[in-house]
């Protein structure tokens, strides 16, 4: 079939211009107008409509899923991430928020029930922010130290200015010191990590490290810096294993 | 080859509806609303002007039933979609909408594989609109356009007029018009070119009276 269009004004040996084209659209009027069905326009009109209904069709339930995931979320969020069970400074049964700074006094100790499954006891002048993301906790140790219970399997963490210290389930001991930190393992597993190898620490009994932050952890020869049977005595007796 | 040479005096009517803008300036005012704004309010005044000719139209060259609804709503569609493209600089809106409804019934009628002779009445078998409603819903412009162009197509020569009635509804080329009117191809060839030169020639008259 040939496609051709006989309008085309070539195919008359004519110029295209818009005098042509005005003239050949004349000749639509030569048909009959009619009226469309009314449906055409109706569904012409719907559908070059924005879809406000579909829109708020799904505005409502996704809102309301929204509040249903945010509300625990934030109910979780606000929950507080630790408990003060004992502090020389008389702030027992305080409640701690996630990433509360805590300050024990300098002339004081503060003992700590992390969620469920840890323990913690921050010495004399320690600061230390705890805080809670998804099921993981994490304390950042900014100063002094601290002596921590851990249930096996709660993912906890411990955070120096130079290195992390992850726990595979144990009862250990960190300390800050100026130089170095101290890192004991009382009973069980822990990884050391930072800008150096990583290293784990497993030992039935007090197994200790130094961290510099930059080198692998040493040995740090059982010196049992800053913790003693008393300590263990006050963590254990509220420890959660 | 029969050549007339006609003088047309331009109707009155079609003179007025010139002189009076028409819809046609109207329909670039809502073609411009609806290529910035997405102006829902114009599309609805724009398909309520324009769509009983290109309803009109498509009925007469694919006959009445779906295919011609489906050009109408494809036609507005991309009015909607692709107002921006009207360009009032090259042609009226009711040129570019004509030609667009024009376009998709040649496509069909392409892919028909076969081109129905739509019973081409001639103008003076359809002297009046088919649809009466259709002819309410027409704004007095449009309906005094529709037959002041009605008398002048009717002022051509008869053989122009139906070379041309069959070239632009049926789109059948010149050739396939020659056989089918047992013509000659040069003799259907002239009798379009004259018939759209007197075409041409009563627009301009339009224009410049």
Redesign the interface.
């Known amino acids: 079939m040939n496609t051709e269009d006989p309008f085309d004004p070539k195919s008359l040996d004519l110029e295209p211009s818009r005098e042509f084209d005005e003239a050949a659209s004349l000749m639509a009027y030569g048909a009959a107008p009619r009226r469309p069905p009314a449906g055409i326009k109706r569904r012409l009109m719907k559908a070059i409509a924005p879809a406000p209904a579909a829109w708020r069709a799904w505005a409502v339930p996704s809102l309301a899923f929204a509040v249903l995931l945010l509300v625990p979320y934030f109910f979780l969020r606000s929950r507080p991430v630790a408990e003060i069970v004992d502090a020389s400074s008389g702030a027992s049964g305080s409640s701690i928020a996630s990433g509360q700074t805590i300050n024990a006094p300098p002339d004081g100790e503060i003992l700590l029930r992390v969620g469920k499954d840890a323990v913690l006891k921050l010495s004399h002048g320690g600061e230390a922010t705890i805080t809670r993301k998804g099921g993981a906790l994490t304390v950042n140790l900014k100063s002094g130290w601290l002596l921590s219970s851990v249930r096996h399997g709660q993912s906890y963490r411990v955070v120096t200015a130079r290195g992390a210290v992850d726990v595979l389930g144990t009862e250990f001991f960190v300390r800050i010191r100026p130089d170095k930190d101290y890192v004991c393992v009382c009973a069980g597993r822990l990884r050391l990590s930072g800008a150096f190898p990583t290293a784990e620490i497993a030992a039935e009994a007090h197994t200790d490290a130094w961290m510099d932050g930059s080198t692998k952890p040493e040995h740090a020869g059982w010196s049992l810096e800053g913790h003693g049977d008393a300590d263990w005595e006050a963590v254990r007796r509220i420890s959660p294993r | 080859m029969v050549a007339s040479c006609v003088v047309m005096n331009p109707p009155k009517q079609l003179q007025r509806q010139y002189d009076d803008g028409a819809w046609e300036s109207e329909g670039a005012e809502l073609l411009s609303l609806v290529a910035r704004h ?1 102006d ?1 309010a114009a ?2 005044r724009l ?1 309520d002007l324009s ?7 498509a ?3 694919l006959g ?1 039933g779906s295919d011609a ?1 489906d050009v ?2 494809e036609v ?2 991309q009015a ?1 979609n692709r107002a921006a493209a009207f360009d009032p600089g ?3 809106a ?2 570019w909408l ?2 667009l ?2 376009s998709r019934c ?1 496509d069909k009628l ?1 892919r028909r ?3 129905r002779g739509h019973e081409i009445a001639g ?1 003076d078998g ?1 002297a ?4 009466d ?3 309410a ?2 704004t007095l412009e ?1 309906t005094e ?2 037959t002041a ?2 008398q ?2 009717a002022a051509l020569p008869d053989e122009q007029r139906r070379t ?2 069959i ?3 049926e ?7 020659a056989a089918r009117t047992g013509e000659p191809l040069g003799t259907v ?1 002239t009798r ?2 004259l018939g ?2 007197k ?2 020639e ?3 008259s339009f224009q410049q009276s």
């Open positions: 997405k829902e599309f609805s398909y769509a009983p000719l290109l309803y009109g139209l009925c007469r060259m009445p609804e109408l709503q507005m569609l909607w090259k042609g009226t009711r040129v004509v030609v409804t024009r040649l392409r594989g076969t081109r103008l359809v009046e609109p088919a649809d409603e259709a002819s819903s027409e449009q356009a529709r162009v009605r002048a197509l041309l009635e070239a632009y509804f789109g059948l080329s010149q050739s396939e018009i060839k379009m070119r759209m030169l075409l041409m009563l627009l301009k």
